[in-house]
């Protein structure tokens, strides 16, 4: 049976809150604060914790790979990162988190047997994964399986969430559109207010001379508003993003692709009814156009 096309987008729904939970829960917060980080804000150990399998990440690598990030923001936290602890010491940090967090969202949920299920599954779509050509992916494929299922479970959503990511990465270059282009067009069509993206970094004379480039391309009107070859321009990224991240579950197949996300419908539900996520994320999750290839 033919991989239905919404299933790749759908499955990034059921599996980003598992594994963005991450930089938002307080246990996360309380490992970085015991390696040395700064916990006034969540961007140095946002960076530490993303770019960690990477190694000892340089500022250019870091900006590379964390697209939509403004260069002279990535260089305020990295490579200080570094400094604070090294890549191995975070890692180990990564995992006691995500330990810690899941251990208490999902106490007497992590023995039965249709955990053990959801576990294989997301390990079996994780290891079809092919990497080639998404570092993200690849470094954190590399890492080692952790013993734990709940930990080897967040590995493999991780390697499936970065693969999505690397993928959209080529998705926009592929439309043209450069780093605060990429925000740019995707507030414009509605996926998330142009205020959330604040934390990425961009000044308000960077994120206008995006908006003016996009003005001069057709994707925006005079006042700003996306026009019909803007939205078309942005649904043609999504398209790209979802069939470059079909891999995983063209291989896991549709039945065990459906099992997988039925399987996890009460651990998202679980991270979301929590409140650690933002009420609206930068990821469009809600109000991104349903794919159409």
Known sequence: MPLDRALPRRAWHHLEPMHAVLYFA????????????DLDERWPRYFAWRTAPLGAASTELATAVCYSFSPAAVARYVPQAWVVADPAKVLAARLRSVDAIYRGLFDGQLATAEFTELVGLARLAAEAAVTAGRPLAAANAALPWPDEPHLA???????????RGDGHLTALLAGGLDP??????FAAVGAAPAENFGGR??????????????AARGWLDTEGQVTEAGRAGRNEVERL??????????????????????????FFLGVIQAGLLPMQSTLGITTVPAPTW
Request: glycine content about 8%.
């Open 26 to 37: 307080p246990e996360a917060a309380a490992e970085a604060g015991t390696l040395g980080y």
């Open 241 to 266: 993003t979802d069939q470059l991240a079909a891999g995983p579950w063209e291989a896991l197949g549709t039945e065990r692709s459906e099992r997988f996300m039925e399987l996890m419908v009460p």
């Open 180 to 185: 605060c282009e990429s925000l740019v067009s």
């Open 201 to 214: 970094g961009w000044t308000d004379e960077e994120w206008s001379a995006a908006r003016d480039r996009l």
């Open 153 to 163: 479970l967040w590995q493999a959503l991780t390697v499936l969430r970065e693969h």
